[in-house]
């Protein structure tokens, strides 16, 4: 697997191609296109390779030779040192910015918390990346394809952490000017600062992400501008690097769960997909059972998987109940509400390649409230790490696979953290600022009626004896 091996055999446009994800269609493109649809069905595509051509490692530990050269910036990025896995542009077209410097961790607390035995909780910590969320995985590889076609500008709608992710690329490279679409007032502080500090061109629109959505494809489609949302499929093949670093995490042995928070279900579809290709390509022995999350106020996939029985199906999805259940949703106005508002999402575009993964890895979908999921995320800040509300979903959602029996206390169950903690600080100060008689409005609103791990500020005069005096009765 030497670098001169890796870009002479072949080159990327040989062995990487897109491919519709409907079996009766399966229409094959170049990678040198732009598409964030098929053009003959509609459905999303995939990026898929012919392995017999490309040089993939005989064993995932073939890739620790990287650790020693990671003066290579393609090797010191958590997403590229995998290369050989999502070849589908040649070194000198990647962007990177050092993304997926990103770390596993056990917490005994936690797993206590859910209800694991000590040791079999870990937690998967992508809050550590440049923007603070695992998107920077995806963005490293939409942008490559950007640059690899020539694209000038770039565009995305957001729930806020898909823009402060494309702005970062676009500020740290100079390649692109970034414009993005965010729902008004919906959007977490930490995450609009972050597009503003970027520089990016930022678009409020009187509308929720649903809305900024459909508009920024519109823009797309008419000014040629390259679009960023996870309809783009290079974004997933970046993603999938983060259940390699997993792997990596657990000395590449194959945990018994991933848990992962379900927004527009990007990344739930990438774990699957990377599952398969490491199974077919011999590199792992057992696949992982997959749990995907959904905020109760958010539960479309809760509702079409586990009460209406859709399946993937081998690609035949009962599309007339699939469309049946949005146009109810249209019909009766409805609009996804939660706190947690990365994963606000009611109309996941990535569903399909989601019922896929849910295939691939005998996987479950669960809701989890508003409540569970704040109460999940002070455990996780006392735990030692810290996340936004939507990662939090994970460990809440952990915690009631446990209870239903579906995870053993002995299961080894990996938690994705995909937000980093001060993307949202209203929300975390809310919970730890209220006391049931006097609760935070914004978290009132929202239904949170108990803060059972609220670690209250306590207000104290500007006064030595007095400050002493309750240091001493708190802690003794
Ligand atoms: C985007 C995002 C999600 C949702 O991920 P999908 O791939 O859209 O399902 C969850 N948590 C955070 C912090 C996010 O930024
Ligand atoms: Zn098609």
New binding site residues.
Partial sequence: MSETSASSLTSHADAAFQICITPSCRSTFSVDEVHVACPKCGNLLDIDYDWNRLPVPSSLRDFEARWATRNNPLDFSGVWRFRDLLRFAPDKSIVTIGEGQTMLRGSSPVAKFVGLNAGNLLMQHEGLNPSG???DNGMTAATTHARLIGARSVACASTG??SASLAIYGSATGLFDVIVFVGSGKIAFGKLSQALDYGALTLQIQGDFDDALKQVREVCRREGIYLCN?VNPFRLEGQKTIMLRVLEGLNWEVPDWIVV????????SAFGKAFLELKELGLIDRIPRLAVINAAGANTLYQLFEEQGIRWNSGETDDVLIDGFFAKMDEEDRHASTLAS??EINRPVSLRKCLRALDICDGVVRQVSDQEILDAKAQIGAGGFGC?P??AASVAGAKLLREEGVIAASDRVVCIL??HQLKDPNATVGYHSSSPGDMDKKLAERGISAVQFANLPVPVENDLDQILETIRRRTS
């Fill in positions: 969320s695992f998107k952490n898909t996870s928070p379900g927004g527009n279900l990007g990344n739930s990365a994963i936004e939507a990662s995909t937000g």
